[in-house]
């Protein structure tokens, strides 16, 4: 009997100690698990949105705006109808103007689209899966028309791009993360990416067992809080007319590509700023990458002449030269090592000045410059120019082409870098640099926008006011030289006095695994007016015309014909 007690006795204390430890283990240990299980039994929650900034022009109106779109899900377990009835009355709804273009394409489209649709429908491994994103109102619309169990939606957020294209490779797009989320890319949707997003909110409610809304229960959460707005430098009527300009006068000169940037040089900011080929922001994932990045601020080329007035600044700066030098070797080709630099049109114009030197855009005239400078003082000079590093502009994607280093320059390099060949810059780049010519010789850093605002809240970006790389006497003298340039150079046929402009153009070969193409040319012509007291400076490129190779017969026109629509605009 009493072996039965301690028996009973033990098994009631070991019962006991299991029980507690298991008390132990479901408060203790898993408690905080436990009670938010149980919290989200009665609590239900939901995402609050925050609004992504919107982009403005100088003037206040839209480049970038946001409105609602939907995502489409469907919840398999409740869905009755038959997969392929449910994928062929979707199908019509998502497809892109399905009543458009050719039958066999759009047939074959509405086709795909309802295989993909079924598949999805029919998939075992999920119980709920998105179907498509970034619906308008009224597909919404029509698709709920069609009263098909298991089709659901959320809300989500749109970008909306008023003129398409237009702006595309200074905005960027919004594309998804890899966690799923809206993120910008390039552009300026890529640089200020986190101003523009905002923070999401939350919201959180006591619900019943069914998971309805309590409307006497406990309601708490965060609210969203926007994104910031972008004001820019962005003329938005500039900004068509060179687009407009520019594609015109690709086709005219039969080019490859082409770009045009417009600044004002006073503060910095970005007027204007064009590349074609372009894309659709907001049908980006039509378009391969190729068509994302900028080239104006991530492809490098050789310049040219229009490199020459950097070089030419930095010999007048250093007291090497003065405008009235004259040349000792222009009278004949320049022989260095095995090499032979001759002008461009076989052209020798013996004791030619530093001016006449510009004005003929003289390959050998800028030779004997790079030679008075020396190897060391030009790479001092370029680097103070901003050449071999980036702008700082404020737009994602900017790189910069590598000068060659310091101490490693020889004879060759300095005679070819002095007429802008053996040196790679970027179209930004080189604006910047002729732009520090303008603003009498001191750099400033390009700003694409100019102020930030949400609500009632607004705050002015300053111009970043850089270095002095010249003096101001020897930017007046290279000033002087490219009014010369411009009206009594190659391209004065098409020149017009009224803009007082100080321009130069440059026609620069194409390199071709180790060799200059012979027939391929890059032709642009930058500038700026009125050269007394700058509005803008401009930089147009052509890459590869096939009407003519020269600058003067393609870029040149280009640019007089926007600079004196521009003008209208700017004052």
Known sequence: MKLRLKIAGLTFLGVVIIVLGRLFYWQIIRG????????????????????????????GEWLVSSADSFLMYVQLTEITEDARVIANKLAPLLVDDPDDGDYQDKKESLLQKAMDLEAALLREDVVWLPLARKLNSETKRNIEALSIRGIGFDLEEAR???????SAHVLGFVGKSDEGRDQGYFGLEGYYDLLLSGTNGYLERESSA???????GE?????????????T??????????????????????????????????????????????????KYFEYGDVYFKNPIISDAFEPGSIFKPVIMAAGLDSGEVEPETKCEICDKPLKIDKYEIGTWNNEYHSDSTMAEVIQHSDNVG???????????????????????????????????????ERGKWGDVDV???????????????????IAAIARDGVTITPQVVDKLSQGDWEEDIEPKIGE???????ANEITQMMVVAASEGEAKWTADVKLRVAGKTGTAQIPVAGHYDSEKTIASFVGFAPYDKPKFVMLVTLREPKSSPWASETAAPLWYGIAKEMMRYLD
């Open 366 to 404: 800028m030779a004997f410059v790079g030679q008075k400078l020396g190897a060391d003082r030009m790479y001092d000079y370029l680097s103070n120019f901003g050449f071999g590093g980036l702008t700082d502009i404020d737009l994602q994607g900017e790189a910069s082409p590598k000068i060659r």
């Open 32 to 59: 905080e698990e436990l009670q938010a299980s149980a919290r989200n039994q009665y609590m239900s929650g939901s995402r609050i949105l925050a609004k992504r900034g919107s982009v403005l022009s100088s003037g």
């Open 233 to 282: 430098h962005i003329n938005k009527s500039i900004q068509l007319l060179i687009e407009r300009r520019l594609i015109n006068g690709i086709e005219r000169y039969e080019a490859v590509s082409g770009n045009v940037i417009v600044i004002d040089p006073e503060t910095g900011g970005i007027i204007a700023m064009a590349a074609y080929p372009s894309y659709d922001p907001g």
């Open 468 to 474: 002095r790389v010249i003096s101001e006497k020897a």
């Open 160 to 166: 909306v791009y008023p003129e398409a294209s237009s």
């Open 219 to 231: 309601e708490r959460g965060t609210s969203a809080l926007g994104g910031v707005n972008l004001i």
């Open 415 to 433: 005679a070819t870098a002095s007429f802008g060949q053996g040196i790679a810059v970027t179209p930004i780049q080189m604006v910047m640099a």
């Open 210 to 216: 069914i998971g309805m809304p309590l409307l006497t």
